[in-house]
């Protein structure tokens, strides 16, 4: 099918027709429980938006902040070459997970059982700095790198090398195994909740005896095993698929120039949450500690971040409607507006840039990526920002256009009571920016 030169009044057409919600459901089943993300997007709409692209299976659609893997879920059941990156390890494994649909997962719980026996044959020697001794106790942690260790000799190696969690994305059998695993242990940690909902920290080291332990991993890998065989079912291609998900970074992109035929993806919100110590008990799992370096290695390089690089934004380049905003906050009157939130928003935007010039890079000619993205406010300056990255769209050479506009009620800002000064007159919405490469 030949694309036109501007699809996309077509799909704004399309998608305003299938009327479809852009929210997850709040109670998420199957698949998409595994790990709900408070932002992202339905299968629904990963489903119409590939639809009123035009999508052919063996279309490679990409997604840079690929996340629990919505959209290579949902690619690769329509027979496509989905493509899924983040630079979160946690998220990764999610996805990754969610690829595997052949007819390994009718045996998983049998594997389960004989992981466990090879398991209690490994004799570990439990690191005193286990990143999971701050969230389970020595007997529950131990168990668990045994468990984990099995997987990994199985199923997680690449040339024979045992899958680093820390730094690769195991094969999606392996991530299956690791994900339930990490699933089954979190139900025993206890876990202690603050006011900012995403900010998770231990309360106190979580225990059971290592046979409780056994079963809720079997029971989990069950449950899990028969979400993945209703996602099977549902596949609408037969198409042999050669998607993947890697661990790669949105800003600099490893695919190779005019390659992908669409993007459907969600960059992180201009809202200053914190998706690593939203996911600090799961990185714990994966080797990675709160306290340690890769830790904040990864924090700092999250589009986002909270803490602030030494790099200086290149605020010049910027379009003008982003240049004003940066602008009116550095000019507010409140605490750190001039410092810090300036900082925090310039440094935001310029990742935002380079990652939209990378997408341009890897879209074929006429090709079309679609971003959701959510408004937001700095205190009483409204952040539209889907008209920001239209913007930016704009200024880098791509016919854009926000094609779906829906109003939102409940966003993080009301979640937490410090936030709800303004939030009687504030409006917010999720919209879809289309980003079509024009040579």
Known sequence: MSRRTDTLPNLERHLERCAISLKPAVKREGVDAWFPYYAGYSPGF????????????GWTVLDPWNGAG???????????????????????????????????????????????EVAGRNDIDLAENDPLLEWLSPRVTRRYRSIEGAVLALLGTKEGVRVNLQTETPPPFAAFFILCLVRAAKRFARMKRNSNPTWITPEKRGDTRTETFDRAFLAMVAACAADAERATSERCASRSTASAVSLADARALFLDDSSVDAVITSPPYCTRIDYFRATAFELAALGISADGKRFRTLRSGAMGTNLMRSTTPDVASQPSAVQQLLKRIKKHPSKASNTYYYKHYAQYFDDARLSVSEIGRVLKPEATALLVVQSSYYKDIPVPLGDLYAALGDELGFRSRVVLRVPVRRVLATINPRAMHHEAERRYSEEVVALQRVT
């Open 70 to 116: 919505t959209t290579t879920s949902v690619a690769d059941a329509l027979g496509c070459d989905a493509v899924g990156l983040d630079i979160n390890p946690v998220a990764a494994l999610v996805a990754a997970a969610r690829l595997e649909r052949s007819a390994n997962t009718s045996h998983a719980e049998g594997l389960a059982n004989q992981l466990l």
């Open 46 to 57: 990963v489903r119409e938006a590939l639809s009123g692209l035009g999508a052919q299976p």
